[in-house]
């Protein structure tokens, strides 16, 4: 009883919570200045191991944070480049000490009134930037693969022949999709049973977007072979290169055919925000579900995730299942007991975050931030064409940017093709994968910035996801020093 009393004492919590908040200022502080930390502290998973094995028993819980924010990855340095989570505001890192505290389930209405309630709030804000309809509705969940999973359940449950929930069955079903499209689209249709059949990949045009001219060739194949599409999911935008299909052509498409047209927008969807970039995801407003995450593009700690129906009554068939315990008929659509519609029955109260954010800056701040590393893709891009041993893999859309350190004599000789014999085309490209792997992997133990790699049609590309707002242009043009650095080497 001792040590539960002193565990849950008020006295003990004030001390540390005091504490972690200047520990959590002064690292902001610190990070701000870029030039006095390094992004990524690298180090084997062996190593990181043994540092956790070896940490004494009764040690304070603020030495334990100082080692976690000195030794993780900074999302918060403007040389954080790497993979697509945004830098949280801070403000929403005290939203997620309220959730954590209050602990909420937020699966019926008792347990999570407020978050509930501010959930609907976001949600309509949020089909409103879409411009999704009157009857839009939908709810939050733990993740675009979660997501991206639910929205096509729902999917399968309004467009199939035969009530797969209840009957399971025979019928080979499918999903339309880009070739570039997140893996987890792939996974979701596993999970749903239909094996490799169940995914049509639509090869990709050399802006890595859908080709849609082919779109209808693909779907009457699949119909021969009396395989059952039931949606296309576009992507708004796609992982590797942040490529945006053509929603108009996708929702031409579905309604030709009558067929559910999902949109996973977990990156780009939060374009809607902005007047200036919203051109990208046109479309949008067509379609019957889209998911989308705030963690990615809109500074919400991961992970919180929109899935978004243009008829929210939709939502209610996705589980049409008894749980007595909680309530007494599922498809009832009661917008507050949300796991009704949500994977999840317990969830952490993910909402505090975004209205946090909407009533402390209204969704001007999304509009700027979206505009703002958008812009930065844009200069970077313009950086590399300039570098005469730097090579984009596409003009970027948003802000993911894909290049690669080429070595001017490549550059040339690429360019000039049509004269080389396809054996050296095929050897230098392999000298170049290898050379920009290498690139990457000291990129990462110097831990200076941090960025990704991606292969795209058999060439690797080093990928970065400007996501700091405050990312200067000098940071761009030291990125690239530091690449070609670590080629030369
Ligand atoms: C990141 C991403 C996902 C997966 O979302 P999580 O929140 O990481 O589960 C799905 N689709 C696209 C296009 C993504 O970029």
Known sequence: MDLLKKAYSSTHFREQGHQLIDQLADFLEVTQHRMLRKVITYEEPEERLEVWDNWEEGRSVNDMFAVVLNESVNVHHPRYMGHQISPPLPMTALAGLVSDFM???????????????????????????????????????????????????????????????????????????????????????????????????????????????????????????????????????????????????????????????????????????????????????????????????????????????????????????????????????????????????????????????????????????????????KRLATLVEKAADMELAVQPACNIVCFRYVRSRYKQQFAESDSVQAENIAQATEELNNLNLKIRRKMLEDGRFYLVQTNLRGIVYLRVTLSNPFTLENDLVELLEKVRQAGFT
């Open 103 to 377: 602990n909420n389930g937020m699966g019926v209405y008792e347990m999570g009134a407020d978050a509930t309630a501010m959930e609907k709030i976001v949600i309509q804000t949020v089909a409103k930037a879409m411009r999704l309809g009157e009857k839009a509705d939908g709810f939050l969940t733990s993740g675009g693969t979660l997501a991206n999973l639910t929205a096509l359940l729902t999917a399968r449950r309004m467009q199939a022949k035969n009530d797969v929930w209840t009957q399971g069955t025979q019928q080979q079903y499918a999903v339309m999709v880009s070739e570039e499209a997140h893996y987890c689209v792939d996974r979701a249709v596993r999970i749903m049973g239909w094996g490799d059949q169940g995914v049509i990949k639509v090869p990709t045009d050399d802006q890595f977007k859908i080709k849609k001219k082919i779109l209808t060739e693909y779907y009457l194949k699949a119909k021969k072979e009396n395989i059952e599409v039931i949606a296309v999911v576009g992507s708004a935008c796609s992982t590797s290169t942040g490529s945006f299909d053509d929603l108009h052509a996708i929702a031409d498409f579905c309604e030709e055919h009558q067929l559910w047209m999902h949109v996973d927008g977990a990156h780009g969807g939060g374009t809607v925000f902005s007047e200036k970039n919203r051109h990208l995801v046109a479309g949008i407003e067509r379609a019957d579900s889209v998911i989308m995450d705030f963690h990615k593009l809109l500074m919400t700690p991961a992970i919180t995730t929109a899935v978004l129906y243009k008829d929210g009554r939709h939502a209610y068939n996705t589980f049409a299942q008894k749980a007595q315990y909680l309530w007494h008929d599922a498809s009832e659509p009661e917008w507050f007991n949300i796991a009704k519609r949500s994977f999840e029955c317990t969830k952490t109260m993910m909402s505090l975050k975004v209205f946090s954010i909407l009533k402390t800056y209204g969704t001007a701040i999304f509009s700027q931030y979206v505009d703002v590393v958008f812009e930065h893709g």
